[in-house]
Structures are given as structure tokens and as C-alpha cells.
């Protein structure tokens, strides 16, 4: 029995379909400044488009309070254009009479394009109002952001509670490659974390530690746990109303499955020219703060990465955007390649990295999610794919 239905459950053409994209990248100047997942989402709409749907795409943009031109989504509609080659309209607003109209103007074929959907305070709440009004555009919904189904939002669930539903091939992939960290994965069985979000991902590591053989920690996050095991660690980003709670896990049953740096990069100031200087964990001078994982830590991280047989990687060992504070990262990513096993990258900034080395294809799988992977491995249920169910008996 199938999950959830799919595309070949679904007989789309001269029909109304509602696309639910992950086309959450980032913008500088009001221009896309990476379009990995964009060119990742195109695919599923363009098969829709040749099966003779009228499409209608949705997704969010940032994290904006209410309308701001800032966040908006034109600009990521002028490059799915440009990508794909045909055209595909922005309309100017989520819901509501206009876009009503311009919906059952468009024909098979026509591509357009919601305004961001947290333009609208209902759909973080996964409001009813918003999710009828979703609803509404459309005679079926296809859920394809995978980097969004880990929240309950009106465009995630609430629009999937009231017409039928299936996961899109984006969604499925995902959910089939990461799915073999889950049941019983290859052994060794090996979680890189880092990256600047620690609050977010201290949950992460005490749900995902019972689960694998070894835990690889470098990154911001490291520092918090570093302070735990009471080092100083000088002006490095810290959580210090954490610090107790890493303790005990660094104290707990699993504890010794925790890998923390035994040598960084630190420097005197968050800077891209800042001098770099490598020293002990344990010897971070209080004035300097750390923005890399050392040589003697990026060694045995890769050691590890190179003998295991199923590793998740997530956030980026250092401030890798920088060149100084670079090495970490490129030397995880390239132990990640060398890996037999079956490898695996989530989070926005760890593929921007991949993709700044050259190696988005030296993995077995570059996630387009990052929490919603976390959680997936973590064996949460992720409300967006759970409320595909229903429509599936
Ligand atoms: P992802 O998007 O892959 O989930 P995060 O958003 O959690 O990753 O973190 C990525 C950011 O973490 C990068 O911009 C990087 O510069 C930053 N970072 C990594 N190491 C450090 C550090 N030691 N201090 C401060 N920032 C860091
Ligand atoms: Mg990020």
C-alpha cells in the first residue's frame, strides 16, 4: 500500500493543479543569488505542464512579516523563466479575486505563480480561511517541498486537508534517499553537524545520538558544547543558556558518540580578513573567537566520514564563505566524496558550500531540505507528508 499518491495516481490535464515548491533562496538585490532549488523544482512543474495542467505554483520566501515587496516573488518567477525556457507569470497576490480571475483565464500548459505565501499572517497558523481560499484555485494539490513539509502551514497542510493530494517526484526522491537513514541504516552510521543555528539543532543531536555509531560536531554549534565540557572558548558564538542541557548529554548514555574539535581556527574579529591562527581546543584565547575546525580535527573528522558506510551531513564546519575560515569544510566535503557509502548533504548554506567547491555531485544525495531532513532522520512525522495519507486509502 502506497503512503501517499503520486503523479501517475493523478489525471491532470485540462485540470487545475496547485504546486507546492520549496523556492525559498536567497536574494541579494532583489536577484536571485542561488537558484538550486529552483532549477530543482522545475522539473516536476514542467512534467505537469506537458501532461496539459494548468499549474499553479505556491511557496514561501524568506521569513517576511506580512506583505513586503522585498520578499517578494517575481524574481524568482523571472528566473524559473529564463530556466525553463517558457514563461511563467508572477501574480501579484497569494489569494483573492485577481488571482481568482487570472487562474481561470490561464489554459493547459500556463504557469503561474503565487505571491509568496507568508505574505499572508493565516498561513504560518495554517489558517482554515487561508487554506479554503487555496483550496479553492485548484482541482489538486501537489505537495513538492520537501524543505517544508516539517511545518503545519495552510500551504502545507491545511490546503492537502481539503483536496486531493499526492507527493510530487521532487518530494518522493527525497523522501526515498534520505529514508534509508531511517529503520536500520549501514553501519557505521556517521551525523556531521555544524553550522551557525545551535538552539535549532541542540534538539537535533540528543534525538539523532541514540541512532548512530558517531556524532561529528564542528561548526558555531561546537562552541556550546566545548563550554560544556568547560573549556574557554573565548568570543565564539555561544549558547549559554544551553550549556547545561549539552552537559548532559555530553555526560549521557551516548555521550562518548559526540566528536568535538580538538584543534580550531580562531581570529580576533568576525571578519573576512581577519588573521587566522590555529590552537587547541582547550587553549582559545578570550579575546579570539573560533570560525573553523583546525587541521588535527579536520584529519580524524574526515577519517571517520571515510569509514562509515552511511553518512548525513549538515551545516558547514566553519565560516566557509570566508577563505580563511574555509579548510574544515573542504576538507569534510572532500572525505564525503572519498566515502563508499551512501552520503547524504542537507541545508541551504552546507550545498551552497558543496556547490562553491565543485562537488554538489560527489555526493550520493544533496538534499534541497534542512530541517525538514533533521527532523526526518530525527523519525519525526512530518505534518506535510502525513496529511498525504488520507488520500491514498
Ligand atoms: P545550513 O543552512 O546548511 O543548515 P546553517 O544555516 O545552520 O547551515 O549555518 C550556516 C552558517 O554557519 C554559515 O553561514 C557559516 O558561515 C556559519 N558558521 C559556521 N561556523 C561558524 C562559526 N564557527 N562561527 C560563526 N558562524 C559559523
Ligand atoms: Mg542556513
Not at 485540462?14 to 542561488?34: C, F, I, K
Not at 489538486?140 to 524543505?147: H, L, R, S, T
Not at 539543532?201 to 560536531?217: H, S
Request: with cysteine; glycine share 10%; aromatic share 6%.
Amino acid at each position: 500500500m502506497p503512503r501517499y499518491l503520486t503523479l501517475d495516481d493523478l489525471n491532470v490535464s485540462e485540470r487545475t493543479v496547485l504546486v507546492r515548491s520549496d523556492l525559498n533562496v536567497p536574494l541579494e538585490d532583489g536577484e536571485v543569488a542561488d537558484d538550486f532549488r529552483i532549477r530543482m523544482a522545475l522539473p516536476t512543474i514542467q512534467r505537469l505542464r506537458e501532461a496539459g495542467a494548468k499549474v499553479v505554483v505556491c511557496s514561501h520566501l524568506g521569513r517576511p512579516k506580512g506583505a513586503d515587496p522585498a520578499f517578494s516573488m517575481a524574481p524568482v518567477a523571472a528566473r524559473m523563466s529564463e530556466l525553463a525556457g517558457f514563461e511563467v507569470r508572477a501574480l501579484g497576490a497569494v489569494v483573492g479575486d485577481e488571482v481568482q480571475q487570472a487562474v481561470s483565464d490561464a489554459g493547459p500548459g500556463d504557469v503561474l505563480v503565487l505571491e509568496n505565501t507568508r505574505f499572508e499572517p493565516g498561513e504560518t497558523k495554517n489558517d482554515p480561511d487561508l487554506a479554503d481560499r487555496l483550496a479553492s484555485l485548484a482541482d489538486v494539490f501537489v505537495q513538492d517541498a520537501f524543505g517544508s513539509v516539517h511545518r503545519a502551514h495552510a500551504s502545507t497542510v491545511g490546503v492537502a486537508e481539503r483536496i486531493r493530494s499526492a507527493a510530487g517526484p521532487l518530494l518522493v526522491a527525497e523522501l526515498e534517499s534520505l529514508g534509508r537513514f531511517l529503520g536500520a541504516p549501514e553501519r557505521p552510521y556517521v551525523v556531521v553537524l555544524g553550522g551557525a543555528k545551535v538552539s535549532d539543532k541542540l534538539g537535533v543531536i540528543e534525538n539523532l545520538l541514540p541512532k548512530v555509531d558517531t556524532m561529528l560536531v564542528g561548526g558555531g554549534m561546537c562552541f556550546t558544547l566545548l563550554a560544556a565540557r568547560g573549556y574557554e572558548v573565548g568570543s565564539s558564538l555561544v549558547e549559554e543558556d544551553q550549556v547545561d542541557s549539552v552537559r548532559s548529554l555530553l555526560d549521557g548514555p551516548h555521550g562518548d558518540r559526540i566528536r568535538l574539535p580538538s584543534d580550531v581556527v580562531v581570529a580576533d574579529a568576525f571578519a573576512e580578513d581577519a588573521a587566522p591562527r590555529i590552537v587547541a581546543a582547550d587553549e582559545i584565547p578570550a579575546d579570539m573567537m573560533g570560525l573553523d575546525i583546525g587541521p588535527e580535527t579536520a584529519e580524524s573528522f574526515s577519517e571517520v566520514i571515510r569509514g562509515a558506510q552511511s553518512v548525513f551531513w549538515n551545516g558547514p564546519m566553519g565560516v566557509f564563505e570566508w577563505e580563511n575560515f574555509r579548510a574544515g569544510t573542504e576538507a569534510v566535503a572532500k572525505a564525503m566524496a572519498e566515502c563508499g557509502g551512501f552520503t547524504a548533504v542537507g541545508g541551504g548554506d552546507s550545498a551552497a558550500a558543496l556547490r562553491m567547491l565543485g562537488m554538489e555531485d560527489r555526493v550520493s544525495h544533496l538534499s534541497t531540505g534542512g530541517g525538514a531532513g533533521l527532523e526526518l532522520l530525527e523519525g519525526k512525522e512530518l505534518p506535510g507528508v502525513a496529511v498525504l495519507e488520507r488520500w491514498a486509502s
